[in-house]
């Protein structure tokens, strides 16, 4: 049981740059969620999925996009990568009220 | 205003001591609140799970809600230099969508 699983663990993307980030989980949980973290700033969520083919945004959804490609999946594109997209990301999944965390993506844009 | 409200610190104690920390709240819908914990250059883990007023005890740590003044505590005894972490406060309604706190950054020295 791996809980909530996230590659890569490191990126390094020139401005422009597209990638994904992906995310899966093996806890048969129906919602998925996608957030960032700086310093200061805490978790900030950019988009959730309460169950396979629905998503909504949250706070800070500008510049992103996402696919609940299944009940175990859940990913994240940058289209055209920013400097200002440089950050901690996080994926989570969740039964009712309780989120399990995996344990993050640092992404670098220059 | 963001809906959670927690001072970042840092926040240094010695061993032994009683740490409180502490969060406001604004959304009068949150009825399910949450401590995480999270080590350096790791995901969150949740710690304390909270319904609706009152307290909750797990050996040396106490979670207490006053809904009446919208304020979350989280309270540490015997501060050990393993509780040195980062420490996220969240409140939720029922839609399942986590609103975090800035966290609190602890250091128990020796």
Known sequence: NAGVTQTPKFQVLKTGQSMTLQCAQDMNHNSMYWYRQDPGMGLRLIYYSASEGTTDKGEVPNGYNVSRLNKREFSLRLESAAPSQTSVYFCASSDAATQYFGPGTRLLVL | ?110
């Open chain 2, 1 to 110: 205003q963001k809906e959670v409200e927690q001072d970042p610190g840092p926040l240094s104690v010695p061993e032994g001591a009683i740490v409180s920390l502490n969060c406001t709240y604004s959304n009068s819908a949150f009825q399910y609140f949450m401590w995480y914990r999270q080590y350096s250059r790791k995901g969150p883990e949740l710690l304390m799970y909270t319904y609706s007023s009152g307290n909750k005890e797990d050996g040396r740590f106490t979670a207490q809600v006053d809904k009446s003044s919208k304020y979350i505590s989280l309270f540490i005894r015997d501060s050990q230099p393993s509780d040195s972490a980062t420490y996220l406060c969240d409140g939720s309604s029922n839609t399942g969508k986590l609103i975090f706190g800035q966290g609190t950054t602890l250091q128990v020295k020796p």
